[in-house]
């Protein structure tokens, strides 16, 4: 049985509880002295207990349930083994750690950094990605250069994380006046949210997340670097052999050996960052001002295509900004700035009519969609539609030929995208079928419309209190510094 579909309103429910009955009767069941070995006690129970955290880069809604980065990790560890899989939210990242090291729970699979400290009460996997640790200001006010300009009790970090450790590193080796204040969520959401409130100054956070979450909290920014990037890994008990290690541990380099790490790592981070502090202030504001005018016709092309409403509209913001009336120096126009060829194939008389442009575009990505080989698996499909939408299905197909060409796979975005820039340059467009275009449009197109969409399902699956905070800080404070938008090309 899977209780992570039970989303984010019911995972304190029953924590308490199901971390007491590990102390009665967990560790003695998997780690109980001679007999089977510890990975084979868990096959033989069938089920796999995961200890995690709410999170932009661990686990969080999506569009069709629970996601996140080291959820799909856990999942495709337990499928792998024939386990069924159950999450638990500890209340706190000391929770966390301390039933990971009692062996409560089979393994923590939290973004945790393999620390020198914390190997002395847990083991760790072999790493499977890398963050670095930064300093978050909130953008308009002073920003510190240093720690040596953060004053006492400034500084928010979440108790017991690796940043609290640097933080004592730091105090021992040259900055004993350092001190911070503590916080027993283990959510970096939250510290992101109090910085772009306002009510705290600064706060530790890792960059990856930084990068993902600040899409919701714009006013959130990176003051200064604090360290390298460090180890992530997951985090087992010490007890017991080290059968699971093991298995955790080839289970990474098969992922690593067949590209699924390099692939999962793409989709989760590839495209984090693209989006600043101008473009996010501007997306929320259209969803507060122009979307309720459009959504209505947006679920009406999902019920008639069976695609996203939100994927659609992300489509139709990047397009427009949901504009109906906008028009392109090329002659395309409205919400999703369909062509008069493509308006015509699709049976459109008026591409300024939203309603009508809403669901031609609908349709015409459906029909992008079909002529993607069927062997072609989510999410990479969609990102290939999206990119044959913006730049045309026969350059699309240009750049799937150059891709085959340099021994790639075709049928993988992460590969495709790298190839499709050098539809520019006459080397490359003069011996393709449907020559020159400008190829790095159509990567800045999916990257951006992944953002847009990932926005708008976080912003649909959350309380009615972060929508209304959201909704209500379209207009920025006096003092704000907003960094200047990157010039970027106009989808024509």
Known sequence: MELASRRQRVFAIGIASALLLGGLFGIHVLYEPGGLSVMQRIQQSGRLLVATRVGPATYHAGAAGPDGFEYTLARRFAQDHGLDIEFVFPRSLAALLDATERGTVHLAAAGLSDTPQRRRRLRFSDPYRQTGEQVVYRRGSRRPRSMDEIGPGELHVIAHSAHEETLHRLRRSGLPQLSWQRQTNPDSLALLAAID????????????????????????????????????????????????????????????????LQRLRARYFGHRGRLNFVDTREFWRNVRDRLPGLRDHFEQAAELTGIDWRLLAAIGYQESHWRSDAVSPTGVRGVMMLTRATARQLGIDDRVDPVQSIIGGAKYLRRIERRIPERVSEPDRLWLTLAGYNVGFGHLEDARMLTERDGADPDLWLEVKQRLPLLAQKEYYRSLRYGFARGQEPVDYVDNIRNYYEMLVWFTTSNQAVRDRLLSAGDDQPGSDPEPPPAQPRQG
């Open 197 to 260: 409130q306002g009510s705290i100054r600064y706060a530790m956070t890792d960059s990856a997340e930084l990068d993902l979450g600040r899409r919701l909290y714009r006013h959130a920014a990176a003051a200064f670097n604090l360290s390298a990037p460090r180890p992530i890994a997951w985090a087992m008990s010490p007890s017991g052999d080290s059968s699971l290690q093991d298995a955790v541990n080839a289970f990474f380099r098969r992922l690593e050996d067949n590209g699924d």
